[in-house]
């Protein structure tokens, strides 16, 4: 049985189990909608789901989250990869920089958001601001550990033939780096997603987390199982068809994968 039929299944199992509960009543409708059209003609998931994708609100926050993560996401991944090899390469650095931001990168990233606030207002400054300090710290101990754990050989025999700055870099230790890199890269993008929702649900401008938010407050929770469910659908996505693909690529042309 292939990976996807496994999948299909398995949702089938949820959605008939979803079906059975919402309508055996087992729960108030408020709390637990009929995920599909009832007698009454009441609004349900999939039919929220369709009609904001038909008019196109949902794709349209979809659209702005994803300007937003993309922004914010690269911010970290530059920021990330010079503190990390700042924090790799030289000692008095890994002992003052390296050590806070191991300590950063316990704190919460909704913990910056009153900060955020402050500095930026409820704008688009406070959101990005919220997701670039979610990816950064862990992009930066992801890119330092890689860098730090590259074998000393490689470096000796590079430099024995020459290699050094920016070549030795894009040579050896970039190659040698990239299986931490590439696991920073995924968890780095899972904080930045989880801290655009949160920023989202306080913030202006649009965006799939000022969708859940508005459904919240009209306890509309056809509508915040729909947002739910394009936020599960594009991390997933994200996941398996970007990150996922990048590993194998990226490990098999530079040598670091055990594939074939």
Do not use: C
């Amino acid at each position: 049985m292939s990976t996807i039929l496994r999948r299909v299944i398995f949702i089938g199992i949820l959605y008939t189990i979803w079906e059975v509960i919402s309508k055996s009543g087992m729960f108030p409708s408020f709390l637990w909608p009929p995920i599909l059209i009832s007698s009454h003609g009441e609004a349900t998931v999939l039919g929220t789901l369709w009609h904001g994708l038909l008019s196109g609100q949902i794709l349209e926050a979809t659209f702005i989250t994803l300007r937003r993560l993309v922004v914010g996401f690269a911010i970290a991944i530059t920021l990330g990869l010079l503190m990390g090899y700042a924090i790799a390469r030289y000692k008095w650095v890994d002992d003052t920089l390296g050590f806070l931001i191991t300590a950063l990168q316990s704190v919460p990233s909704i913990v910056w958001l009153p900060l955020a606030i402050v500095w930026f207002k409820l704008g688009e400054g406070a959101i990005l601001f919220i997701v670039t300090i979610g990816a950064t710290w862990t992009m930066t101990v992801n890119a330092s550990t890689g860098f730090k754990n590259v074998s000393p050989l490689y470096l000796k025999v590079a430099k024995t033939m020459g290699s050094s700055g920016l070549h030795l870099l894009r040579t050896v230790v970039l190659p040698a780096s990239i299986p931490h890199l590439i696991s920073g890269l995924r968890i780095a993008w899972a904080f930045a997603w989880r801290a655009l929702m949160a920023g989202e649900l306080l913030g202006t401008g649009g965006g799939l987390g000022q969708l859940l938010e508005m459904g919240r407050a009209l306890q509309s929770m056809d509508l915040v199982l729909s947002i739910m469910i394009i936020i599960g659908v594009v991390g997933t996505l994200m996941d398996n068809q970007v990150f996922m693909r990048m590993e194998k690529t990226i490990s098999r042309k530079w040598g670091v994968s055990t594939r074939l």
